[in-house]
T-cell receptor, first 110, second 113 residues
Framework: DAGVTQSPTHLIKTRGQHVTLRCSPI?????VSWYQQVLGQGPQFIFQ???????GRGNFPDRFSARQFPNYSSELNVNALLLGDSALYLC?????????FGPGTRLTVL | GENVEQHPSTLSVQEGDSAVIKCTYS??????FPWYKQELGKRPQLIID?????GEKKDQRIAVTLNKTAKHFSLHITETQPEDSAVYFC????????????FGKGTKLTVNP
């Protein structure tokens, strides 16, 4: 019974670069959400997708974008990386209610 | 905007004691309240949740209570064990949990043997 998977596990980038993070939801889950978790804080909502449509967007700049594919997997893209983008990026999938998190991608921006 | 306040930020108890973590929320339309446990370096794990049509829910040593009027909800852990040590997050959501989660800042629980 596979849970939510994310890749890569860790990533190191420099300022100004872009990054793509990937998420595969639990089989049968059609909703995927992305959260940013800075050290010592709770996760902050970035995006939610359901059936490939954006359902919600958090208070993040336009440098952040996402999409969901026909198989319900998702990508989060961040352009023009800043030092402050260093965080754990979590993906969560949901059947309808309740959200189940993946292990996250630890992004370090130098 | 929507906000969830969580207290205390740190909590230290002796093994076997009870632990209580409290949260308040600002969005009156919130109707789903999950609790997550996050161990160091691991993913947040859903441990219990409650919907607004229920006042209390229990699962073995863990219970959650909800006071809609006061916009308060609490996590109660009884007979704590060292493996309960982790950071616990409360969250609130509209749409029965189908919409975004708004998280509290977390409570670091330490259970001393």
């Amino acid at each position: 019974d596979a849970g939510v998977t994310q890749s890569p596990t860790h990533l190191i980038k420099t300022r100004g670069q872009h990054v793509t993070l990937r998420c595969s939801p639990i089989s049968g889950h059609k909703s995927v959400s992305w959260y940013q978790q800075v050290l010592g804080q709770g996760p902050q909502f970035i995006f939610q997708y359901y059936e490939k449509e954006e359902r919600g967007r958090g208070n993040f700049p336009d440098r952040f974008s996402a999409r969901q594919f026909p198989n319900y997997s998702s990508e989060l893209n961040v352009n023009a990386l800043l030092l402050g983008d260093s965080a754990l990026y979590l993906c969560a999938s949901s059947p309808s209610t309740g959200q189940f998190f993946g292990p996250g991608t630890r992004l370090t921006v130098l | 905007g929507e906000n969830v306040e969580q207290h205390p930020s740190t909590l230290s108890v002796q093994e076997g004691d009870s632990a209580v973590i409290k949260c308040t929320y600002s969005d009156s339309a919130s109707n789903y309240f999950p609790w997550y446990k996050q161990e160091l370096g691991k993913r947040p794990q859903l441990i219990i949740d409650i919907r607004s049509n229920v006042g209390e829910k229990k699962d073995q040593r863990i219970a959650v209570t909800l006071n809609k009027t006061a916009k308060h909800f609490s996590l109660h852990i009884t007979e704590t064990q060292p493996e309960d040590s982790a950071v616990y997050f409360c969250a609130a959501s509209r749409g029965g949990g189908s919409e975004k989660l708004v998280f509290g800042k977390g409570t670091k629980l330490t259970v001393n043997p």
